[in-house]
Protein backbone atom coordinates (compact mmCIF):
# COMPACT_ATOMS: atom_id res chain seq x y z
CA UNK A 1 0.00 0.00 0.00
CA UNK A 2 1.45 3.52 -0.66
CA UNK A 3 2.82 5.25 2.38
CA UNK A 4 0.42 8.28 0.91
CA UNK A 5 -2.42 6.92 1.67
CA UNK A 6 -4.68 6.74 4.66
CA UNK A 7 -6.66 4.33 6.08
CA UNK A 8 -9.40 3.60 8.38
CA UNK A 9 -7.71 1.47 11.51
CA UNK A 10 -11.49 0.60 12.24
CA UNK A 11 -11.51 -2.21 9.65
CA UNK A 12 -8.69 -4.34 11.47
CA UNK A 13 -11.59 -4.34 14.59
CA UNK A 14 -13.61 -5.89 12.24
CA UNK A 15 -11.15 -9.38 11.96
CA UNK A 16 -12.03 -11.00 14.44
CA UNK A 17 -10.59 -14.97 13.16
CA UNK A 18 -6.65 -12.99 12.21
CA UNK A 19 -4.10 -14.90 13.73
CA UNK A 20 -1.55 -13.54 11.70
CA UNK A 21 -0.82 -9.66 11.31
CA UNK A 22 2.42 -8.18 9.50
CA UNK A 23 2.27 -4.03 8.88
CA UNK A 24 4.80 -1.55 7.29
CA UNK A 25 2.18 0.98 6.79
CA UNK A 26 1.86 4.04 9.61
CA UNK A 27 -0.86 6.09 7.81
CA UNK A 28 -4.00 5.98 9.27
CA UNK A 29 -7.15 7.32 10.56
CA UNK A 30 -8.68 6.97 13.78
CA UNK A 31 -8.08 5.26 16.51
CA UNK A 32 -7.15 1.20 17.08
CA UNK A 33 -9.55 -0.17 19.67
CA UNK A 34 -9.59 -4.05 19.47
CA UNK A 35 -7.28 -6.52 17.80
CA UNK A 36 -8.41 -10.19 17.13
CA UNK A 37 -8.63 -12.34 19.99
CA UNK A 38 -6.70 -15.50 18.08
CA UNK A 39 -3.77 -13.57 16.98
CA UNK A 40 -0.90 -15.32 17.28
CA UNK A 41 1.83 -13.37 15.56
CA UNK A 42 1.90 -9.51 15.47
CA UNK A 43 4.60 -7.27 12.90
CA UNK A 44 4.17 -3.85 12.68
CA UNK A 45 6.87 -1.93 11.93
CA UNK A 46 6.45 1.63 12.59
CA UNK A 47 2.99 0.80 14.84
CA UNK A 48 2.12 4.35 15.27
CA UNK A 49 0.07 4.62 18.60
CA UNK A 50 0.92 5.29 22.20
CA UNK A 51 0.21 1.77 23.49
CA UNK A 52 -1.56 -1.91 22.63
CA UNK A 53 -5.72 -1.85 22.90
CA UNK A 54 -6.32 -2.06 26.69
CA UNK A 55 -8.65 -5.14 25.47
CA UNK A 56 -8.56 -8.85 26.72
CA UNK A 57 -7.47 -11.68 26.16
CA UNK A 58 -4.40 -11.66 24.09
CA UNK A 59 -4.02 -15.18 25.04
CA UNK A 60 -2.73 -16.85 22.05
CA UNK A 61 0.06 -14.48 20.84
CA UNK A 62 3.26 -15.32 20.27
CA UNK A 63 5.15 -12.93 18.98
CA UNK A 64 5.19 -9.15 19.31
CA UNK A 65 7.39 -7.12 16.82
CA UNK A 66 6.71 -3.15 16.80
CA UNK A 67 10.30 -2.08 15.94
CA UNK A 68 10.44 1.89 15.26
CA UNK A 69 6.91 2.10 17.36
CA UNK A 70 5.27 5.57 19.11
CA UNK A 71 4.62 3.35 22.28
CA UNK A 72 4.86 4.88 25.65
CA UNK A 73 3.79 1.69 27.48
CA UNK A 74 3.18 -0.72 25.54
CA UNK A 75 -0.39 -1.77 27.64
CA UNK A 76 -2.01 -0.31 30.56
CA UNK A 77 -1.93 -2.92 33.61
CA UNK A 78 -1.48 -6.56 33.35
CA UNK A 79 -1.77 -8.60 30.73
CA UNK A 80 -1.81 -12.20 30.69
CA UNK A 81 -0.42 -13.68 28.00
CA UNK A 82 0.57 -17.19 28.34
CA UNK A 83 2.12 -18.05 25.09
CA UNK A 84 4.21 -14.71 24.56
CA UNK A 85 7.85 -15.86 23.63
CA UNK A 86 8.97 -12.59 22.05
CA UNK A 87 9.13 -8.72 22.37
CA UNK A 88 10.78 -6.46 19.71
CA UNK A 89 10.15 -2.66 20.83
CA UNK A 90 13.82 -1.89 19.30
CA UNK A 91 14.32 1.89 18.65
CA UNK A 92 10.90 2.88 20.44
CA UNK A 93 12.28 6.41 21.38
CA UNK A 94 8.71 6.93 23.30
CA UNK A 95 9.11 4.11 25.32
CA UNK A 96 9.56 5.14 28.75
CA UNK A 97 9.02 2.08 30.67
CA UNK A 98 8.61 -1.76 30.40
CA UNK A 99 5.85 -3.85 31.75
CA UNK A 100 5.35 -5.79 34.66
CA UNK A 101 6.31 -9.27 32.74
CA UNK A 102 4.95 -11.41 35.62
CA UNK A 103 2.00 -12.27 33.56
CA UNK A 104 4.69 -13.68 30.94
CA UNK A 105 6.24 -16.20 32.25
CA UNK A 106 7.29 -17.66 28.65
CA UNK A 107 8.98 -14.84 27.71
CA UNK A 108 12.73 -15.86 25.56
CA UNK A 109 13.28 -12.77 23.69
CA UNK A 110 13.39 -9.13 24.64
CA UNK A 111 14.81 -6.09 22.20
CA UNK A 112 14.76 -2.82 23.56
CA UNK A 113 17.72 -1.39 21.36
CA UNK A 114 17.84 1.81 20.71
CA UNK A 115 15.26 2.91 23.42
CA UNK A 116 16.52 5.79 24.31
CA UNK A 117 13.86 7.16 26.73
CA UNK A 118 12.89 4.19 28.48
CA UNK A 119 14.21 4.61 32.25
CA UNK A 120 12.49 1.88 34.21
CA UNK A 121 12.42 -1.76 33.22
CA UNK A 122 10.06 -3.44 35.71
CA UNK A 123 12.21 -5.79 38.36
CA UNK A 124 9.56 -8.75 37.29
CA UNK A 125 11.79 -9.19 34.72
CA UNK A 126 14.38 -11.25 36.57
CA UNK A 127 11.72 -13.84 37.16
CA UNK A 128 11.78 -14.83 33.35
CA UNK A 129 13.23 -18.48 33.96
CA UNK A 130 12.93 -18.86 29.89
CA UNK A 131 14.76 -15.62 28.60
CA UNK A 132 17.33 -16.27 26.88
CA UNK A 133 18.09 -12.62 25.30
CA UNK A 134 17.96 -9.56 26.94
CA UNK A 135 19.31 -5.95 24.62
CA UNK A 136 19.37 -2.85 26.07
CA UNK A 137 21.89 -1.71 23.79
CA UNK A 138 21.61 2.14 23.17
CA UNK A 139 19.34 2.68 25.51
CA UNK A 140 21.14 5.73 26.93
CA UNK A 141 18.36 7.22 29.60
CA UNK A 142 18.76 3.82 31.98
CA UNK A 143 20.50 4.70 34.70
CA UNK A 144 19.96 1.19 36.86
CA UNK A 145 18.72 -2.41 35.64
CA UNK A 146 17.53 -4.07 38.95
CA UNK A 147 16.96 -7.95 38.33
CA UNK A 148 14.77 -8.43 41.78
CA UNK A 149 15.73 -9.99 45.13
CA UNK A 150 14.50 -13.34 43.64
CA UNK A 151 16.38 -13.11 40.28
CA UNK A 152 16.22 -16.61 38.57
CA UNK A 153 17.73 -15.90 34.99
CA UNK A 154 18.91 -19.14 34.76
CA UNK A 155 18.40 -19.07 30.62
CA UNK A 156 19.86 -15.94 29.71
CA UNK A 157 22.67 -16.06 27.11
CA UNK A 158 23.17 -12.87 26.15
CA UNK A 159 22.94 -9.25 27.87
CA UNK A 160 24.20 -5.94 26.40
CA UNK A 161 23.97 -2.74 28.12
CA UNK A 162 25.93 -1.45 24.80
CA UNK A 163 26.03 2.33 24.90
CA UNK A 164 24.04 2.94 27.83
CA UNK A 165 25.50 6.02 28.52
CA UNK A 166 23.97 6.82 31.66
CA UNK A 167 24.28 3.13 33.55
CA UNK A 168 26.03 3.74 36.76
CA UNK A 169 26.83 0.65 37.94
CA UNK A 170 26.35 -3.20 36.38
CA UNK A 171 23.71 -5.35 37.99
CA UNK A 172 23.98 -8.20 40.28
CA UNK A 173 24.63 -11.36 38.51
CA UNK A 174 23.60 -14.02 41.01
CA UNK A 175 21.35 -16.03 39.23
CA UNK A 176 22.63 -15.67 35.49
CA UNK A 177 24.55 -18.98 36.09
CA UNK A 178 24.26 -19.77 32.07
CA UNK A 179 25.00 -16.47 31.12
CA UNK A 180 27.44 -16.52 27.69
CA UNK A 181 27.53 -13.04 26.12
CA UNK A 182 27.84 -9.57 28.56
CA UNK A 183 28.80 -6.18 26.67
CA UNK A 184 28.99 -3.04 28.27
CA UNK A 185 30.96 -1.10 25.58
CA UNK A 186 30.85 2.65 26.01
CA UNK A 187 29.17 2.42 29.47
CA UNK A 188 31.38 5.72 29.33
CA UNK A 189 29.75 6.35 33.24
CA UNK A 190 30.05 2.69 34.46
CA UNK A 191 32.37 2.80 37.29
CA UNK A 192 32.17 -0.43 39.20
CA UNK A 193 31.45 -4.04 38.09
CA UNK A 194 29.50 -6.03 40.33
CA UNK A 195 31.90 -8.93 42.51
CA UNK A 196 29.20 -11.47 41.48
CA UNK A 197 30.46 -11.35 37.78
CA UNK A 198 32.44 -14.15 39.34
CA UNK A 199 29.70 -16.11 39.20
CA UNK A 200 29.20 -16.16 35.71
CA UNK A 201 31.04 -19.63 35.33
CA UNK A 202 29.86 -20.06 31.38
CA UNK A 203 30.66 -16.33 29.81
CA UNK A 204 32.43 -16.39 26.77
CA UNK A 205 32.28 -12.84 26.00
CA UNK A 206 33.11 -9.69 27.83
CA UNK A 207 33.05 -6.13 26.90
CA UNK A 208 34.54 -3.81 28.82
CA UNK A 209 35.46 -1.26 25.66
CA UNK A 210 34.93 2.36 25.64
CA UNK A 211 33.86 2.48 29.58
CA UNK A 212 36.33 5.53 30.45
CA UNK A 213 35.07 5.60 33.92
CA UNK A 214 35.92 2.36 34.97
CA UNK A 215 38.86 1.80 37.84
CA UNK A 216 39.52 -2.05 38.02
CA UNK A 217 38.55 -5.14 38.22
CA UNK A 218 36.84 -7.22 41.14
CA UNK A 219 39.18 -10.41 41.96
CA UNK A 220 36.42 -12.85 41.54
CA UNK A 221 36.88 -12.30 37.12
CA UNK A 222 39.59 -14.89 37.97
CA UNK A 223 36.34 -17.58 38.34
CA UNK A 224 35.51 -16.83 34.88
CA UNK A 225 37.31 -19.91 33.31
CA UNK A 226 34.95 -20.10 30.43
CA UNK A 227 35.94 -16.37 28.93
CA UNK A 228 37.63 -16.58 25.65
CA UNK A 229 37.21 -12.72 24.91
CA UNK A 230 38.09 -10.15 27.39
CA UNK A 231 37.90 -6.58 26.02
CA UNK A 232 39.34 -3.90 27.90
CA UNK A 233 39.91 -1.16 25.29
CA UNK A 234 39.95 2.53 26.22
CA UNK A 235 39.00 1.85 29.99
CA UNK A 236 40.87 4.84 30.77
CA UNK A 237 41.30 4.75 34.37
CA UNK A 238 42.55 1.74 34.63
CA UNK A 239 46.68 1.87 35.31
CA UNK A 240 46.82 -1.57 36.07
CA UNK A 241 43.66 -3.31 35.34
CA UNK A 242 45.50 -7.32 35.43
CA UNK A 243 46.58 -6.66 38.66
CA UNK A 244 44.10 -8.06 40.76
CA UNK A 245 43.54 -10.66 38.22
CA UNK A 246 45.12 -13.74 38.85
CA UNK A 247 46.46 -15.08 35.67
CA UNK A 248 47.87 -19.42 37.11
CA UNK A 249 46.81 -21.72 34.73
CA UNK A 250 43.79 -22.87 36.93
CA UNK A 251 41.96 -18.84 35.46
CA UNK A 252 41.27 -17.62 32.50
CA UNK A 253 42.39 -20.68 31.22
CA UNK A 254 40.27 -20.74 27.99
CA UNK A 255 40.97 -17.04 27.11
CA UNK A 256 42.11 -16.55 23.44
CA UNK A 257 41.75 -12.36 22.89
CA UNK A 258 42.71 -9.91 25.20
CA UNK A 259 42.52 -6.20 23.99
CA UNK A 260 44.12 -3.78 26.03
CA UNK A 261 44.46 -0.99 23.88
CA UNK A 262 43.82 2.18 24.17
CA UNK A 263 41.72 3.37 21.15
CA UNK A 264 42.51 7.12 21.68
CA UNK A 265 41.44 7.55 25.01
CA UNK A 266 44.07 8.60 27.06
CA UNK A 267 44.46 4.70 28.71
CA UNK A 268 47.34 4.83 31.24
CA UNK A 269 48.13 1.24 31.43
CA UNK A 270 51.40 1.31 32.67
CA UNK A 271 52.58 -2.37 33.32
CA UNK A 272 51.68 -5.99 31.89
CA UNK A 273 52.27 -8.70 34.58
CA UNK A 274 54.59 -11.89 34.22
CA UNK A 275 51.60 -13.67 34.60
CA UNK A 276 50.68 -13.07 31.20
CA UNK A 277 52.44 -15.47 30.43
CA UNK A 278 50.57 -18.30 31.97
CA UNK A 279 47.70 -17.61 29.47
CA UNK A 280 48.32 -20.96 27.36
CA UNK A 281 45.40 -20.27 24.96
CA UNK A 282 46.30 -16.51 24.35
CA UNK A 283 45.88 -15.84 20.43
CA UNK A 284 45.46 -12.21 19.84
CA UNK A 285 46.73 -9.28 22.21
CA UNK A 286 46.32 -6.06 21.54
CA UNK A 287 48.36 -3.56 23.28
CA UNK A 288 48.27 -0.60 21.15
CA UNK A 289 48.76 2.75 22.84
CA UNK A 290 49.50 1.77 26.80
CA UNK A 291 52.05 3.15 28.28
CA UNK A 292 53.96 0.06 29.33
CA UNK A 293 57.62 0.26 29.42
CA UNK A 294 58.53 -2.86 28.53
CA UNK A 295 56.31 -6.31 27.85
CA UNK A 296 57.29 -9.11 29.67
CA UNK A 297 59.73 -11.90 28.55
CA UNK A 298 57.20 -14.65 29.45
CA UNK A 299 55.18 -13.62 26.66
CA UNK A 300 57.82 -15.87 24.94
CA UNK A 301 55.36 -19.05 26.27
CA UNK A 302 52.86 -18.04 24.66
CA UNK A 303 53.27 -20.44 21.73
CA UNK A 304 49.26 -19.83 19.67
CA UNK A 305 49.79 -16.23 19.80
CA UNK A 306 49.49 -15.11 16.17
CA UNK A 307 48.19 -11.21 16.55
CA UNK A 308 50.22 -8.72 18.85
CA UNK A 309 49.93 -5.23 18.48
CA UNK A 310 52.61 -3.01 19.96
CA UNK A 311 51.50 0.38 17.97
CA UNK A 312 52.25 3.89 19.75
CA UNK A 313 53.30 2.46 22.33
CA UNK A 314 55.56 4.95 23.09
CA UNK A 315 57.24 4.58 26.13
CA UNK A 316 58.59 0.78 25.40
CA UNK A 317 62.31 0.55 25.66
CA UNK A 318 62.80 -3.02 24.68
CA UNK A 319 61.16 -5.63 22.61
CA UNK A 320 59.69 -8.69 24.29
CA UNK A 321 61.78 -12.12 23.79
CA UNK A 322 61.32 -13.68 20.63
CA UNK A 323 60.73 -16.28 18.88
CA UNK A 324 58.03 -18.60 20.54
CA UNK A 325 58.32 -21.90 20.44
CA UNK A 326 56.06 -23.80 17.64
CA UNK A 327 52.64 -24.04 18.95
CA UNK A 328 51.25 -28.21 19.20
CA UNK A 329 47.59 -26.35 17.93
CA UNK A 330 46.05 -23.13 17.26
CA UNK A 331 43.91 -20.76 15.17
CA UNK A 332 40.50 -21.31 17.75
CA UNK A 333 39.95 -18.03 17.24
CA UNK A 334 38.93 -18.42 13.76
CA UNK A 335 36.92 -21.65 14.95
CA UNK A 336 35.12 -20.45 17.83
CA UNK A 337 34.17 -16.11 17.10
CA UNK A 338 31.92 -15.03 14.42
CA UNK A 339 33.35 -14.79 11.13
CA UNK A 340 32.51 -10.75 11.05
CA UNK A 341 35.50 -10.13 13.75
CA UNK A 342 39.09 -9.53 13.47
CA UNK A 343 40.35 -11.72 10.74
CA UNK A 344 43.73 -9.90 10.30
CA UNK A 345 47.19 -11.91 12.24
CA UNK A 346 50.00 -10.54 12.86
CA UNK A 347 52.72 -8.28 14.34
CA UNK A 348 51.93 -4.27 14.36
CA UNK A 349 54.74 -1.76 15.90
CA UNK A 350 53.70 1.05 14.03
CA UNK A 351 54.76 4.35 16.07
CA UNK A 352 54.29 8.26 15.85
CA UNK A 353 57.38 10.12 13.94
CA UNK A 354 57.75 12.12 17.47
CA UNK A 355 58.21 9.71 19.68
CA UNK A 356 60.90 7.63 17.71
CA UNK A 357 62.87 5.18 19.13
CA UNK A 358 66.05 3.53 17.72
CA UNK A 359 64.88 0.06 18.47
CA UNK A 360 65.83 -3.16 16.25
CA UNK A 361 62.47 -4.18 14.99
CA UNK A 362 63.76 -6.55 12.26
CA UNK A 363 64.82 -10.08 13.76
CA UNK A 364 61.52 -10.14 15.87
CA UNK A 365 59.57 -9.03 12.69
CA UNK A 366 61.43 -12.38 10.81
CA UNK A 367 61.37 -14.76 13.34
CA UNK A 368 57.45 -13.38 14.19
CA UNK A 369 57.28 -14.45 9.63
CA UNK A 370 59.15 -17.93 10.10
CA UNK A 371 57.20 -18.37 13.12
CA UNK A 372 53.75 -18.03 11.24
CA UNK A 373 54.20 -19.33 7.44
CA UNK A 374 55.26 -22.49 9.28
CA UNK A 375 51.81 -22.69 10.87
CA UNK A 376 48.92 -21.67 9.20
CA UNK A 377 46.56 -22.50 11.39
CA UNK A 378 47.26 -19.09 12.95
CA UNK A 379 46.11 -17.40 10.12
CA UNK A 380 43.67 -17.39 7.50
CA UNK A 381 45.15 -16.78 3.53
CA UNK A 382 47.65 -14.70 4.49
CA UNK A 383 49.29 -12.10 7.35
CA UNK A 384 50.97 -8.71 7.83
CA UNK A 385 53.60 -7.21 9.42
CA UNK A 386 54.43 -3.44 10.03
CA UNK A 387 57.38 -2.17 11.94
CA UNK A 388 59.27 1.04 12.40
CA UNK A 389 62.55 1.39 9.98
CA UNK A 390 65.95 2.60 11.17
CA UNK A 391 69.44 2.31 9.66
CA UNK A 392 68.71 -2.21 10.60
CA UNK A 393 65.54 -2.34 10.44
CA UNK A 394 63.82 -1.12 7.14
CA UNK A 395 62.91 -3.23 4.10
CA UNK A 396 65.45 -6.19 3.95
CA UNK A 397 67.09 -5.83 0.90
CA UNK A 398 68.86 -9.11 1.06
CA UNK A 399 65.67 -11.12 1.62
CA UNK A 400 63.48 -9.54 -0.57
CA UNK A 401 65.13 -9.87 -4.24
CA UNK A 402 63.61 -8.62 -6.47
CA UNK A 403 62.65 -4.54 -6.11
CA UNK A 404 61.18 -1.93 -7.41
CA UNK A 405 60.20 2.14 -6.79
CA UNK A 406 57.24 3.24 -4.86
CA UNK A 407 55.32 3.62 -7.93
CA UNK A 408 56.36 0.81 -9.88
CA UNK A 409 53.55 -1.93 -11.30
CA UNK A 410 55.05 -5.64 -11.73
CA UNK A 411 53.83 -8.99 -13.29
CA UNK A 412 54.71 -12.09 -12.56
CA UNK A 413 55.90 -13.87 -16.26
CA UNK A 414 57.23 -17.26 -15.01
CA UNK A 415 57.28 -19.04 -11.63
CA UNK A 416 58.68 -22.64 -10.24
CA UNK A 417 55.17 -24.32 -9.76
CA UNK A 418 56.19 -27.62 -9.65
CA UNK A 419 58.29 -27.67 -6.36
CA UNK A 420 56.53 -28.69 -3.73
CA UNK A 421 58.29 -26.92 -0.93
CA UNK A 422 56.93 -23.20 -2.17
CA UNK A 423 54.93 -22.06 0.37
CA UNK A 424 53.96 -18.60 -0.98
CA UNK A 425 54.65 -14.69 -1.58
CA UNK A 426 55.95 -12.30 0.41
CA UNK A 427 55.83 -8.73 -0.02
CA UNK A 428 57.61 -5.57 1.80
CA UNK A 429 57.06 -1.60 1.58
CA UNK A 430 58.38 1.02 3.03
CA UNK A 431 56.41 4.47 3.15
CA UNK A 432 56.52 7.61 5.25
CA UNK A 433 53.37 9.15 6.27
CA UNK A 434 52.71 13.03 5.28
CA UNK A 435 51.34 14.99 8.00
CA UNK A 436 50.71 18.68 8.72
CA UNK A 437 52.79 21.20 11.04
CA UNK A 438 49.56 21.20 13.88
CA UNK A 439 49.33 17.24 13.90
CA UNK A 440 50.62 15.38 16.74
CA UNK A 441 50.38 11.90 15.22
CA UNK A 442 49.62 9.93 12.01
CA UNK A 443 46.39 7.26 12.98
CA UNK A 444 46.15 4.64 11.62
CA UNK A 445 48.80 3.90 8.97
CA UNK A 446 48.03 1.07 6.85
CA UNK A 447 44.11 2.98 6.32
CA UNK A 448 45.64 4.48 3.90
CA UNK A 449 47.79 1.94 2.11
CA UNK A 450 46.92 -1.13 0.33
CA UNK A 451 48.00 -3.88 -1.90
CA UNK A 452 46.58 -4.44 -5.45
CA UNK A 453 46.27 -7.01 -7.92
CA UNK A 454 44.84 -5.67 -11.12
CA UNK A 455 43.85 -7.96 -14.48
CA UNK A 456 43.26 -4.79 -16.44
CA UNK A 457 44.74 -1.46 -16.68
CA UNK A 458 42.72 1.45 -13.75
CA UNK A 459 43.54 4.46 -13.75
CA UNK A 460 46.70 4.91 -11.25
CA UNK A 461 46.40 7.91 -8.63
CA UNK A 462 49.46 8.06 -5.99
CA UNK A 463 50.05 11.79 -5.63
CA UNK A 464 54.24 11.76 -4.86
CA UNK A 465 54.09 15.21 -3.46
CA UNK A 466 51.32 16.42 -2.03
CA UNK A 467 50.37 19.93 -1.12
CA UNK A 468 51.04 21.55 1.98
CA UNK A 469 53.29 19.07 3.54
CA UNK A 470 55.23 20.15 6.73
CA UNK A 471 56.79 16.90 8.24
CA UNK A 472 57.40 13.10 7.45
CA UNK A 473 57.39 10.61 9.92
CA UNK A 474 59.60 8.21 10.57
CA UNK A 475 59.78 5.52 7.77
CA UNK A 476 57.50 2.37 8.39
CA UNK A 477 57.86 -1.49 6.22
CA UNK A 478 55.30 -3.29 5.91
CA UNK A 479 55.52 -6.87 4.99
CA UNK A 480 53.17 -9.03 3.91
CA UNK A 481 52.43 -13.20 3.14
CA UNK A 482 50.16 -14.65 1.13
CA UNK A 483 49.91 -18.54 1.40
CA UNK A 484 50.47 -20.66 -2.27
CA UNK A 485 47.10 -21.28 -2.66
CA UNK A 486 45.83 -17.81 -2.58
CA UNK A 487 48.48 -16.78 -4.73
CA UNK A 488 46.15 -16.46 -7.80
CA UNK A 489 48.15 -13.33 -9.47
CA UNK A 490 50.76 -15.86 -10.43
CA UNK A 491 48.53 -17.52 -12.88
CA UNK A 492 46.28 -14.77 -14.11
CA UNK A 493 49.04 -12.16 -14.75
CA UNK A 494 47.82 -9.67 -12.38
CA UNK A 495 49.79 -6.52 -12.33
CA UNK A 496 50.90 -5.80 -8.83
CA UNK A 497 51.02 -2.38 -6.86
CA UNK A 498 51.18 -0.80 -4.15
CA UNK A 499 48.81 2.35 -4.12
CA UNK A 500 48.05 4.69 -1.58
CA UNK A 501 46.77 7.94 -0.91
CA UNK A 502 48.22 11.69 -0.52
CA UNK A 503 48.83 11.07 3.11
CA UNK A 504 51.82 8.60 2.05
CA UNK A 505 54.93 8.74 0.67
CA UNK A 506 55.85 5.12 -1.28
CA UNK A 507 59.82 4.63 -1.27
CA UNK A 508 60.56 0.94 -2.44
CA UNK A 509 58.79 -2.28 -2.39
CA UNK A 510 60.42 -5.75 -2.94
CA UNK A 511 58.72 -9.04 -3.51
CA UNK A 512 60.00 -13.03 -3.28
CA UNK A 513 58.78 -16.39 -3.57
CA UNK A 514 58.81 -18.35 -0.14
CA UNK A 515 60.26 -22.12 -0.34
CA UNK A 516 60.01 -24.23 3.12
CA UNK A 517 64.35 -23.83 2.84
CA UNK A 518 64.28 -20.29 2.93
CA UNK A 519 62.23 -20.29 6.30
CA UNK A 520 64.68 -23.04 7.82
CA UNK A 521 67.69 -20.49 6.62
CA UNK A 522 65.83 -17.60 8.04
CA UNK A 523 65.67 -18.91 11.72
CA UNK A 524 69.40 -19.92 10.72
CA UNK A 525 69.58 -16.48 10.26
CA UNK A 526 68.14 -15.20 13.16
CA UNK A 527 69.78 -17.79 15.43
CA UNK A 528 73.57 -16.32 14.56
CA UNK A 529 75.37 -14.21 16.51
CA UNK A 530 76.31 -11.68 13.72
CA UNK A 531 73.17 -11.62 11.49
CA UNK A 532 73.17 -8.40 10.16
CA UNK A 533 76.55 -9.16 8.06
CA UNK A 534 75.54 -12.49 7.65
CA UNK A 535 72.96 -12.46 4.14
CA UNK A 536 74.28 -15.36 2.48
CA UNK A 537 71.60 -18.08 0.85
CA UNK A 538 69.07 -15.97 0.51
CA UNK A 539 69.05 -15.58 -3.56
CA UNK A 540 66.52 -17.59 -4.99
CA UNK A 541 65.53 -17.17 -8.64
CA UNK A 542 63.03 -19.28 -9.33
CA UNK A 543 60.80 -16.30 -10.20
CA UNK A 544 60.70 -14.09 -13.18
CA UNK A 545 59.17 -10.50 -13.07
CA UNK A 546 58.13 -8.54 -15.98
CA UNK A 547 59.97 -4.76 -14.63
CA UNK A 548 58.61 -2.72 -17.03
CA UNK A 549 58.03 0.20 -14.59
CA UNK A 550 55.16 2.08 -14.68
CA UNK A 551 55.26 4.96 -12.62
CA UNK A 552 52.15 5.95 -10.66
CA UNK A 553 51.67 10.13 -11.51
CA UNK A 554 48.74 11.62 -11.23
CA UNK A 555 46.69 12.52 -8.11
CA UNK A 556 45.57 10.49 -5.08
CA UNK A 557 41.72 10.50 -4.12
CA UNK A 558 41.08 10.75 -0.41
CA UNK A 559 38.36 8.29 -1.03
CA UNK A 560 40.93 6.12 -1.64
CA UNK A 561 42.00 5.17 1.49
CA UNK A 562 40.38 1.81 2.08
CA UNK A 563 42.87 -1.28 3.28
CA UNK A 564 42.69 -4.44 1.36
CA UNK A 565 44.76 -7.22 3.00
CA UNK A 566 45.83 -10.55 1.01
CA UNK A 567 42.56 -12.35 2.05
CA UNK A 568 39.62 -13.94 0.70
CA UNK A 569 41.48 -13.55 -3.10
CA UNK A 570 40.54 -17.28 -3.81
CA UNK A 571 38.11 -19.39 -2.32
CA UNK A 572 39.34 -23.34 -1.65
CA UNK A 573 37.42 -25.87 -0.68
CA UNK A 574 38.81 -25.42 2.72
CA UNK A 575 37.68 -22.00 2.95
CA UNK A 576 34.11 -22.80 1.69
CA UNK A 577 33.78 -25.06 4.36
CA UNK A 578 34.78 -22.84 6.82
CA UNK A 579 32.92 -20.05 5.37
CA UNK A 580 29.51 -22.37 5.51
CA UNK A 581 30.56 -23.46 9.40
CA UNK A 582 31.24 -19.75 10.28
CA UNK A 583 27.86 -18.67 8.37
CA UNK A 584 25.99 -21.32 10.78
CA UNK A 585 27.62 -19.97 14.04
CA UNK A 586 26.82 -16.29 12.92
CA UNK A 587 23.20 -17.71 12.30
CA UNK A 588 22.84 -18.72 15.68
CA UNK A 589 24.69 -15.77 16.73
CA UNK A 590 21.74 -13.49 14.94
CA UNK A 591 19.18 -15.94 16.44
CA UNK A 592 20.23 -15.09 19.83
CA UNK A 593 20.44 -11.15 18.54
CA UNK A 594 24.41 -10.73 19.09
CA UNK A 595 24.66 -9.62 15.69
Known amino acids: ??????????????????KLLILYHKNFLGSLDFLSPNLQYLAWHGYPFPSLPSFEPYSRLVELNLPYSNVKRLWEGNKNIPHLEKVDLSYSKDLIET?????????????????????????????????????????????????????????????????CTKLEKSPDFTGLSNLE????????????????????????????????????????????ISLQILDLSSCGLMRNPLGQISMSSCYLEALISLDLS????????????????????????????????????????????????????????RLPELPFDRASSGGRYFQTVSA?????????????????????????????????????????????ITIPQNKSSGIPGWYFNHQFKGGSAVRVVDYDDADDNWLGFSFCVTFQHVIDICDSSFGNLLSHLYLSFESEHTEEYFDQQPKNIRHLTNTHAWIIYISRVHCHFVKTGARIRFKGCNKLKLHQWGLRMVFKQDIEELKRWLQSKDNIKNTTGFHSFRLVVDENVHQVGSSSSESETKIKLPYNWLVTDEDENEKMEAKAKEDNLSNLGLI
Not at 1 to 18: A, F, H, N, T, V
Not at 133 to 154: A, H, K
Not at 195 to 224: K, Q
Not at 283 to 306: F, M, Y
Request: glycine letters at 8%; proline letters at 4%.
Open 1 to 18: MPESRQLRIEGLSKLRDL
Open 99 to 163: PNFGWNPNLKRLDFTGCTNLTHVHPSIGLLKQLAYLSLQNCSSLLTLNLGDDCNLSSLRVLSFSG
Open 181 to 224: YLDFENCVNLSKVHESIGALAMLTFLSLRGCGSIVGMPNEVNNM
Open 262 to 317: SGGSGSFIEEIPNSIGELCCLERLNLQGTHCSRVPDTIKKLSRLAYLNLSKCSNLE
Open 340 to 384: SRNRRSGLYAAQDYHKKKNLDYIPAALSWFARLVEQPCHFRSGFD
